[in-house]
């Protein structure tokens, strides 16, 4: 069982996402670590945010379904982003994704260990 925590008395999240998610009873936990925009070959990557933001959402949808889960199970995201002028369009990957499900979310900005990467995610999801 999920359930969201979104607390009257504190203020109301904005942008899709809840404060807090907690995960009871007999569920399975799925930890997918930070992915980056690569196509199949592992080396390739293109290079606007969108196209490496599209990749990664696709690639976290390909191992949710690995598991025999969908978008709508995510409990959590964190997103690294290289920069703080990408979020308006992250932001608009999360909801494109995430519809009106709002997982607990957070974004970082910081220096990424490859400079080509604008974004890095990392996801977790229970059932």
Same mark, same amino acid.
């Given at each position: 069982? $999920?359930?969201? @925590?979104?607390?009257?008395? &504190?203020?109301?999240?904005?942008?899709? +996402?809840?404060?807090? *998610?907690?995960? !009871?009873?007999?569920?399975?936990?799925?930890?997918?670590?930070?992915?980056?925009?690569?196509?199949?070959?592992?080396?390739?990557?293109?290079?606007?945010?969108?196209?490496?933001?599209?990749? $990664?959402?696709? @690639?976290?949808?390909?191992? &949710?379904?690995?598991?025999?889960?969908? +978008?709508?199970?995510? *409990?959590?995201? !964190?997103?690294?982003?290289?920069?703080?002028?990408?979020?308006?369009?992250?932001?608009?990957?999360?909801?494109?994704?995430?519809?009106?499900?709002?997982?607990?979310?957070?974004?970082?900005?910081?220096?990424?260990?490859?400079?080509?990467?604008?974004?890095?995610?990392?996801?977790?999801?229970?059932?």
């Amino acid at each position: 069982m $999920i359930i969201k @925590h979104n607390p009257k008395d &504190l203020f109301p999240p904005y942008r899709n +996402y809840s404060h807090a *998610i907690e995960v !009871r009873d007999n569920s399975r936990l799925l930890i997918i670590s930070g992915l980056n925009g690569y196509l199949s070959d592992g080396q390739t990557m293109p290079e606007s945010f969108e196209e490496q933001g599209e990749l $990664i959402w696709q @690639h976290i949808g390909t191992i &949710l379904r690995s598991a025999e889960m969908d +978008y709508q199970d995510v *409990i959590s995201i !964190r997103t690294y982003l290289s920069d703080p002028s990408f979020d308006e369009a992250n932001v608009r990957l999360r909801m494109k994704y995430m519809k009106t499900h709002q997982p607990a979310s957070t974004v970082i900005c910081c220096t990424l260990l490859e400079t080509k990467w604008k974004l890095e995610v990392e996801v977790m999801a229970a059932k």
